[in-house]
């Protein structure tokens, strides 16, 4: 039997799914930060076919054949049969996984990145700028920018910026330009230094920074990677080749888990599968956003309407959140270090359609080690929390004999998160505990939509 | 027109090219390093099947089952044609490249970690002792090991130890032990440390240690990565696969580029090409090695025997040299950085097979960056060496109009060498002069054979 199940280019898809279109209750809407009244993405600040993704409820959007292009340096990405790691459990599960680590970036952002800069560019936008924070986003916008030959911008945190050097590096390589934040170069950036010069900064700040520059500067555009729903759209493109490996060889997902952080790879990875359960097929999917505990925004926050950012200046959505105020312990796992939740995962997961569960950093540790001990990729930090869930019911259904088919997403490789390892092997990795208190002072400051 | 040329894992190669069965002229005997009488490799160092095949002159050599099962993990590798890097060269020349980066170490070193663990296992060996200088071979020899239930021991060239802490995190992962060389484990490392506590260390340095660990310990053997006649056999997995591949799209190369430090990467990718001209077909294929201008053993050494290891513990073997003694100046292509090369690709190039070029680092960055650029991947500062000579020669084409058809094998990324991109954008990048002075003291300490 093949370790690998392979799809040819041709057979990669080429179209993306839109859940919306099979969402048994529509979304609640995206208000204004201000006035509270139902509202686009600022115009301003977002290419106008991404708008128009954002709110479609059609079933199928087509990918560009630009886009296609550029994908097919790395796509379709194989899906592995985790053979070596079933034997070494002694599980009857069969286990799956899809590797998105073979990106030139490493990982699953530049499936959205690549559209994201291509929509951009056709509507003559010429610079796009975006905050990162351990650097996943900013490089794969860094590459999808070079290979549409715009500009980009990169506000990283500071604290990142100077911890991560290699990752600003890779950035570099594509020639987007990195300043680390806070910065002189945005007024917000400015005010937050003249308080305090030696700010490590924040992901909230950054995008502040990131949008305002975006907003004085001409043909410049603002770009997320993670949370919105035309992200999540594009990211569907994982999902939808992993079914068609599933078709080849007549199988099927019993469970299905990733990581989540904003939600954007673990829903690309899902919803086309979760697509059959809202239409009443595949009733017993089982779903699971694995979270880390330090960080448990659907185990543990609120479904209210709150601010994604910290300056309040984006639209205001219903989501899952840790209130917009939290700032959450230094994990490794940078990628999951966000108060939030994408909308369309807060709202499947709090209508019943999939489920969470929070982990602890060293569990999530042992379990990669066992991964890369066996299967021999290094994974990140954030990927190694859907590794410890896919590796603990493949325990459970050696206890009970079922023969379950478990299916997780690889989202990326570990190459630039070797001093978290390092920490791991010196037994000085620290499980933060919940921080009960900070929550609930930052669960007070929601906005009071009536 | 598909990016990738693709093999399914039923496609891979079972067997391994000798193009030792091949070659107009046997190889000079390989001589013992005291009584320079012909000998095999120490037995009590090396694998008896290794020793075998180190000799043999069957045409093919069946890769064991157990192998096959791992190189399935990434192998077959993916061709690529470089469509975007050709139109950026407005160039009527057709490039492609076998992409090796996908092995979970990240280059094409675990072709022969695996079999070389595979064969110690099945003869009983419990323990594997190497040196590695930037990382490449001792991370891919500690996956190796681990996923054969081996103990690693690696001798890591201090200098590097220090500045590269990653790869040594990498080689942690996968269970090895890792030690700075010179270290107090061996007697050779302890004489050093005497002389000098803040030694640096060097390659040569560390094979002693790493031999010497292998002599004096039960149950262990020691590995080499490159230069040695079953190195070689076990790379040519990559060129038979890209053969398969060519045949699938009815094409064959014009000339085949790679870059060359002990020379088995490139080695495996030409030898399937190259039996076809020693056969007398393909009499115009150009096989083209590409070295650094800094270690040019290829275009400036000499076609002597000497020593492969700096204490002489070694069989010596005829080769192009610039001699043992030779420390080459510190490029960032760290694997190129030997002063000797590979008898059979020496020989074959003696004899004009194949031909070299010596390239600077400046030019040769320049070029990696276009790649990145275009084509997407980081790639290592070795493997630059390759896309510079590539790049020349489809520029060549373009004032010629020549529709050639080029191969290079892109042996790994560079995910780890980052540093080393941040120097060529600050500006610093050094270009070594070649060390005549040097090189010429160093070749009159070349052993005396009558």
Redesign the interface.
């Known amino acids: 039997m093949?370790?690998?199940i392979?799809l040819?280019?041709?057979e990669m898809p080429k179209r993306w799914y839109n859940i919306q279109a099979d969402m048994p209750e529509p979304l609640d809407p995206m208000l204004h930060p201000e006035t509270y009244k139902p509202t686009q993405l600022p115009p301003f600040l977002f290419s106008s076919e991404l708008n128009r993704q954002e709110f479609s409820t059609d079933r199928w959007i087509d990918i560009p054949e630009e886009v296609l292009e550029i994908y097919?340096?790395?796509r379709p990405t194989p899906l592995y049969r985790a053979t070596?790691l079933e034997a070494a459990l002694k599980t009857p599960a069969k286990i799956y996984y899809k590797w998105e680590g073979?990106s030139?970036p490493?990982s699953h952002k530049p499936n959205t990145a690549i559209p994201q800069a291509y929509y951009n560019m056709k509507e003559g936008i010429e610079r796009l700028t975006t905050e990162t924070g351990a650097g996943q986003w900013g490089s794969s916008l860094a590459?999808a920018t070079?290979?549409f030959d715009l500009e980009c911008m990169i506000y990283m945190v500071r604290v990142s910026y100077e911890q991560k050097?290699?990752r600003k590096?890779?950035m570099?390589?594509?020639?987007a330009e990195v300043v680390p934040s806070p910065s002189n170069r945005t007024k917000t950036g400015q005010a937050f230094l003249e308080k305090d010069p030696d700010s490590p900064g924040s992901l909230g700040l950054a995008i502040s920074e990131a949008v305002e520059d975006a907003a004085v500067n001409d043909n410049s555009h603002y770009t997320l990677g993670s949370v919105l729903n035309h992200v999540l759209l594009h990211q569907t493109i994982t999902g939808l080749e992993t079914k068609k490996q599933f078709e080849k060889i007549d199988a099927y997902p019993d469970a299905i888990y990733g990581c989540v952080g904003g939600g954007s790879n673990f829903s690309g990875a899902a919803f086309p599968f979760l697509g059959d359960k809202l239409k009443g097929d595949r009733k017993d999917l089982d779903v699971v956003s694995c979270e880390p505990a330090a960080c448990p925004t659907l185990t543990k926050g609120l479904y209210e309407y709150d601010f994604g950012d910290v300056a309040g200046l984006a639209p205001i959505a219903r989501m899952y959140t840790l209130g917009h105020d939290f700032i959450p312990p230094k994990i490794h796992a940078g990628g999951l270090r966000y108060h939030g939740d994408a909308p369309i995962l807060s709202k499947l997961t709090h209508d019943g359609y999939m489920r969470a569960e929070a982990y602890h950093q060293t569990d999530v540790f042992d379990a990669v080690?066992r991964f890369?001990?066996?299967?021999?990729?290094?994974l990140a930090p954030e990927t190694a929390h859907a590794v410890k869930a896919v590796i603990d019911e493949a325990l459970r259904c050696r206890e009970t004999g079922e023969e379950k088919t478990l299916l997780f997403l690889n989202s990326g490789h570990g190459?630039?998160d070797?001093?978290a390892?390092?920490t791991y092997?010196e037994g000085k990795l620290v499980d933060y505990e919940y921080p009960t208190e900070l929550v609930k002072r930052s669960l007070e400051n929601l906005p009071k939509i009536k």
């Open positions: 093949d370790r690998k392979l040819t280019e041709d097919r340096i790395w070596r073979v030139p490493g590459f070079k290979l050097p290699y590096s890779l570099h390589a594509w020639g080690i890369a001990q066996t299967e021999g990729f290094i190459h630039f070797l001093a390892y390092d092997f």
